[in-house]
T-cell receptor, first 116, second 114 residues
Framework: AQTVTQSQPEMSVQEAETVTLSCTYDTSESDYYLFWYKQPPSRQMILVIRQEAYKQQNATENRFSVNFQKAAKSFSLKISDSQLGDAAMYFCAYRVPSGSARQLTFGSGTQLTVLP | NAGVTQTPKFQVLKTGQSMTLQCAQDMNHNSMYWYRQDPGMGLRLIYYSASEGTTDKGEVPNGYNVSRLNKREFSLRLESAAPSQTSVYFC?????????????FGPGTRLTVT
């Protein structure tokens, strides 16, 4: 079974600084997708960024970028120039193209606090 | 475009009561999903519907039933609520179930079973 581990339950960052959230996963698949979702206090789940496992280039979306290390099964999220609106719970998630449930498998989340 | 909507936003039930959580999407998506989120955990899939007329079990289906009423609507029913079903429930939809397709989430329903 696939598992996703986020070892940092809480992180904090000063406004305008950079923070990196860690995620590791366990899989025997070679083809899969990885995602970072943001959940603000409104509880809405918002997709931040995604990475296809077959792509060596790390995905980037404005201030958000990932460091994808396939051999190490590591998928960290870097937030640059942190803003107060970035404060939220961040979930790493994994998905394979097949399987009985076709589900997203989520980590337990990292609560990010942005300090003014 | 409202996206994915869920009703109600909050609900308190007594053990043994039944209720139905409603979900609707206006994005013409084929696939819909129900997840639950427990404290300190990520979301876990309860049931999904790959297309209108089909439903399949996810990771934690026990104690739940679903109905894909039409392409827009996907409901989740608790026949006899138990305290272990206290959770936040999220509905999501995607164009298809393929793994590259983004899932769009509703705002969630916070359910407490006493």
């Amino acid at each position: 079974a696939q598992t996703v581990t986020q070892s940092q339950p809480e992180m904090s960052v000063q406004e305008a600084e950079t923070v990196t959230l860690s995620c590791t996963y366990d899989t025997s698949e070679s083809d899969y997708y990885l995602f970072w979702y943001k959940q603000p206090p409104s509880r809405q789940m918002i997709l931040v960024i995604r990475q296809e496992a077959y792509k060596q280039q790390n995905a980037t979306e404005n201030r958000f970028s990932v460091n994808f290390q396939k051999a190490a099964k590591s998928f960290s999220l870097k937030i640059s120039d942190s803003q107060l609106g970035d404060a939220a719970m961040y979930f790493c998630a994994y998905r394979v193209p097949s399987g009985s449930a076709r589900q997203l498998t989520f980590g337990s989340g990292t609560q990010l606090t942005v300090l003014p | 475009n409202a996206g994915v909507t869920q009703t109600p936003k909050f609900q308190v039930l007594k053990t043994g009561q039944s209720m139905t959580l409603q979900c609707a999407q206006d994005m013409n998506h084929n696939s819909m999903y129900w997840y639950r989120q427990d404290p300190g955990m990520g979301l876990r899939l309860i049931y999904y519907s790959a297309s209108e007329g089909t439903t399949d079990k996810g990771e934690v289906p026990n104690g739940y039933n679903v109905s894909r009423l039409n392409k827009r609507e996907f409901s989740l029913r608790l026949e006899s609520a138990a305290p272990s079903q206290t959770s936040v429930y999220f509905c999501a939809s995607s164009i298809r179930t393929g793994f590259s397709y983004e899932q769009y989430f509703g705002p969630g329903t916070r359910l407490t079973v006493t």
